[in-house]
């Protein structure tokens, strides 16, 4: 889900901007830049954290215990310190304290790399609040997120990175992508125009583009400068442009990921050349608009057949990385599930619920009149779309982990460890869920030298949790998972306990009270009581 774009003249006479959102005014100044307030523990000359069980995001399987090193912001030593059986563990090889440093007692939990969220945009007017997206982001493992082109605008996302990277505020480390044609002063009509604003974005520093679509020459200028010029790239094939310019031309072209599925099963339409619109069809009509998104994959070639092979494994050879975001579209196969999850009620902000509602102007509230028959077509595209992104991994293909959060009832660090259920329903291993969730966002970023994996000489971005995620992804959730106990008690278990990013040690819970702090006040001011569409 997106906040502004650019398609180019071709698919119209000349160039317009499409606010997905319809908000016509700047979100810079919506949304409030993230305190710069000291929060967490650290970074220490020395830390240790004693006795985990140890996921490390490559897929291997957990080892443990052991002690984890950390001088200053790199992991140094990774120390077995003996059976995971009680009273069979070591004290002679497990490393020693130097005077200074810290220990975190970590005995019987889980620890995996930073979590990455290559999809997440740090709000807008829904969400006009950023410490509020970065601690809900926090609380839930993300170290790292890649911010697909933000309706606040380049700089000021450049604003939030660099102070991130000095951990000066409470934010995940950031990576910033511009959108295609922002900023400039006129419309690219011209693959000159578009060369001129790809070196232009990597002037003010931003690390890659987010595309949406534009004529043939403006994209295949566009991403291959970017290539040159050594940025990343990502793009959602918008289905105003797609027609012309699909996920295949986007990536023999140089694109390095693309967004949701837009654009693959058009690369493959078995019995046409375009995607079987109904003839009363309106794309500015949002009902239109997804119920028939949902019926796209039937229309794709079979699974497995030559054709539906063939775009595979040229995307293969390509290296090419899907960023699926199954997340952000389940409410169109499970509508009623998407908007009572439990969440919404403490950590939902008033304007972020009103958001969600039915609604013909908010972007992604398309719920005019949404009932079985759209959500059984969608239980089938997600059949579909599953397959490929399975089987794609299962070839050797780069599958990574992104939420758009913010959008169609899905929140920012609870959609993510949905995200990880829905790969784990399209087939993954949990031990490979883990591995898109850190090291394979991570090589997406061109960062998997420094961060994605828990290997000494990387920076120090770790995920603690006191229960074993692979057993149960739902403990990863802030609000946990239902456990009987032995006594028949009712109990919640798990939720992150610790975030740790650049060696500096946050209390999850802690964060997460104070988003609820902020959703309270907030509902202290408008007298806002959460209620279902269509309650008096």
Known sequence: MVLIFQISSLLMKKSILICLLAITSPLAAQVLKAPEVKEGDGPFTQLIIRGVTLIDGTGAPPVGPVDIVVNQNRITRIASIGLPTPGMSSSANRPKLDPGGKELNAEGMYLLPGFIDMHGHIGGSQAPNAEYVFKLWMAHGITTIREPGCGNGLDWVLDEKNKSAQNLITAPRIKAYNTFGAGSKEPIRKPEQAK???????????????????APEIMDAAIRENKRLGLRSACHHAQLGVARWNALQSADAGLTSMEHWYGLPESMLANSTLQNY????????????FEEAGKLWKQAAAPYSEKWNQLMNRLLELDFTLDPTFNIYE?????HRARTQEWHETYTLPKLWEFYQPNRISHGSYWFNWGTEQEVAWKENYRLWMTFVNEYKNRGGRVTVGTDSGFIFELYGFAYP?????????GFHPLEVIRSATLYGAQALGMDKEIGSVEIGKLADFVIVDQNPL??????????AIKLTEDNKVTRVGGVKYTIKDGIIYDAKKLLADVKAIVDEEKKKTGFVLKQPGEE
Request: no cysteine.
């Open 196 to 214: 001129a604003w790809v070196n232009e974005n990597k002037t003010k520093g931003a690390d890659g583009i987010k595309f949406f679509g534009a």
């Open 471 to 480: 057993e149960n992804l739902q403990v990863l959730y802030g609000t946990g």
């Open 278 to 289: 109904p003839l009363n069809y309106n794309y500015s009509n949002e009902q239109n608009r």
């Open 331 to 335: 409410a169109s196969r499970d509508l």
């Open 418 to 426: 949905r995200e990880l259920e829905m790969l784990r329903e399209a």
